[in-house]
């Protein structure tokens, strides 16, 4: 369950959530209803994990998505649950974030089937456990390219067709790894850490175009890759969450929420704002490189 190691938490104070990739079985909505009715939200990496929830959380706010990544296949069986979930509309396309012309295609399909783009989120990511001196140029590169370049490609994409002349929202998906230079982590933190300062850079420019860009940075979260690939589970059994204010992992309703109020006329006045949601994690949290190079240790097999 959800509210696991966390006695003084109540099971009924937190969102609904499942720990597989797949749509909620039942939702309660904390905000309207409609609150995004008759947007299109286009989001990459939704085939899974957050992306999979946010694009879950929105259409059930009355929101039309797209989801667009690498796997056609898992986004086709994606895009039919959450459709037959919801009752809404998804599109899923194909699109490799680090192409351009690929995202110009999708971005093209996408106004094309459903009229119009109001939300962009770019979600897509590529991360793992590896110390600096083990870590391959090549590798380093790739996590820049996947996270940084794909969040700047797509943001200017969907910006030069469809929200310079009709305003929008970005909300770029982040992490908090750059905060204290997490052990382990120098690939995915320099490219989130590059990203919160693009998040400032493009609030300020487009702006002007009526255009909002923000940040969700999340903590460890609980039925993710991620969190599978990062040691969660193991430093759930250990106790090391204990360390966590809130003494828990989040769920990905959770940041679905974060993403939705970032993306609602809720925060119609917030820009250029970077919304931690680690339950305090990152203040608090070991950053023991000998002890998280024994969780990589571990996980070696599987990187």
Known sequence: GVSEGSACLKEEVLPEDVGTDDCLTSYTHIYSPDLLKDQVAFITGGGSGIGLRIADVFMRHGCDTVIASRNFDKLKEAAEKLSAATGRRCLPLCIDVRQPESIAAAVDETLKELGRIDVLINNAAGNFLCPATALSFNAFKTVMEIDTMGTFNTSKVVYEKWFKDHGGNIVNISATL?????????????????????????????????????????????GTEGYRRLGGPRGEAAGLF??????????????????????????SYVTGAILVADGGSW???????????????SKSAKL
């Open 283 to 297: 203040l608090t949290s070991a950053n023991d490189f000998s002890k998280l190079l024994g969780i990589a240790s």
């Open 242 to 267: 204990q360390t966590i204010p809130l003494q828990r992992a989040g769920n990905k309703t959770e940041m679905a929420h974060c993403t939705l109020f970032l993306a609602s006329p809720a925060s």
């Open 178 to 222: 750059g905060y204290k230079g997490q052990a382990l982590q120098v690939h995915a933190g320099s490219a989130k850490a590059a990203n919160d300062a693009m998040t400032r850079h493009l609030a300020v420019e487009w702006g002007p175009s009526g255009v909002r860009v923000n940040a969700v940075a999340p903590g460890p979260i609980s």
